[in-house]
């Protein structure tokens, strides 16, 4: 293999493979980047691969000689990352000593790699079914979502998103049992059914995805400054991602994700309208408290002079109040949230106002954009607080 490439392109190349390389990888070759150099198309591919995980990209190159081998992610990423940007690099290898060469005009740089024949495939979906998603309202989608999946990893599930299709909208879905957020985007998506399976059920297709592949798939596509489609195609516990030059596989989290729909109420006794940037900058001044204790923050509702009270007690530290306004048109509450659940809550609403509706102190409690532009909702359980008598 002799290739030359761009330094800046080889380092970008590699910055995103590595985020699908194992930490503690099962097998030697894992920790490794496979790197495959094409004359015939002019093009050096990349890939990582956890075996949950998957990214691959590719780029324009000036390939001489055809091959492939893979090399230490991080050694390698080191290396290209520290070469001048200012020189192009020649990469060549021996494919019976695995040795593989790095040069630069600062310089040159030799490692020893591993045959690519022991790294594995990525999984393809041949067969199943194929949507082409529209990137900017994917990228809204999963920022909606992502942040409140949990992080527990006995709890396998709720560490993913769940993700429902129909002919045109696409939704989405994360909880960690403390809160919910759910999203739905119309005219988000077109099915392809040709050379696919006819017998799929489109209007019930879901599937869960892990956080971790999801947030790559968000960090790749929210770079992008085009309006391109992605392609999602989707069968046998695999989910492929196919979006420009780059593609992101995945495994999907099998079983049957919670019925989160009977977990928002009906309707509601009580609604409270707030400015969102005056609630976010007030709950985040009072945080500072809050967090000193427990993250529990007070929200008390003054119907006679329309404001809230949001009030933090850290214990042997101190307290810290603030008022905001707001349109109060029923019966005074007070309310106890972790604080942390509501700002992440509220930084990915883009209305500038947002509906707070509850029916007690101790049942669930929904933020909900005031703009219906999209439709978004974000329960939280509130924690219940002692009476101070």
Known sequence: MKLV???????????????AVA????????????????????????????????????????????????????????????????????????????????????????????????????????????????????????????????????????????LSFDAQSIKAAATDGHRLAVLEMQNALNLEKSNFDESSDYEEFAVTLPSRSLREVERLISSWKTEDMVSLFCDKGQVVFLAADQIITSRTLEGVYPNYSQLIPESFSKTFKIDRKLLISALERVAVLADQHNN??????????????????????????EVIPATINSEDIQI????????????VIESDEINLSCNASTTPAVLSPVDEKTCFTYLVMPVQIRSEN
């Open 5 to 19: 490439c761009s330094q800046a392109e080889f380092n970008s190349a590699l910055q995103l493979v590595s985020r």
């Open 296 to 321: 529990v923050i007070k929200l008390d509702t003054k119907i006679d002079s329309q404001v809230i009270s949001i009030t933090a007690d850290a214990q042997d530290v101190g307290s810290g109040s």
């Open 336 to 347: 106890a949230f972790n604080v942390r659940y509501l700002l992440e809550g509220l930084k």
């Open 23 to 162: 930490s503690r990888p099962s097998h030697p070759v894992l920790a490794n980047v496979l790197l495959i150099a094409d004359a015939g198309t002019g093009r050096l591919s990349l890939t990582g691969f956890d075996l949950n995980l998957g990214i691959q990209t590719s780029f324009l190159a000036s390939v001489e000689d055809s091959g492939a081998i893979t090399l230490p992610a991080r050694l390698l990423g080191e290396i290209v990352s520290k070469l001048s940007v200012d020189s192009p690099i020649t990469v060549s290898s021996d494919n019976e000593s695995q040795q593989v060469e790095l040069v630069s005009k600062s310089g040159s740089y030799q490692m020893r790699g591993m045959s690519s024949e022991d790294f594995p495939d990525l999984p393809l979906v041949e067969s199943g079914t194929s949507f082409k998603i529209n990137a900017k309202a994917l990228v809204q989608t999963l920022r909606a979502t992502l942040f409140a999946s949990s992080t527990d990893e006995a709890k396998q599930l709720l560490t993913g998103v769940h």
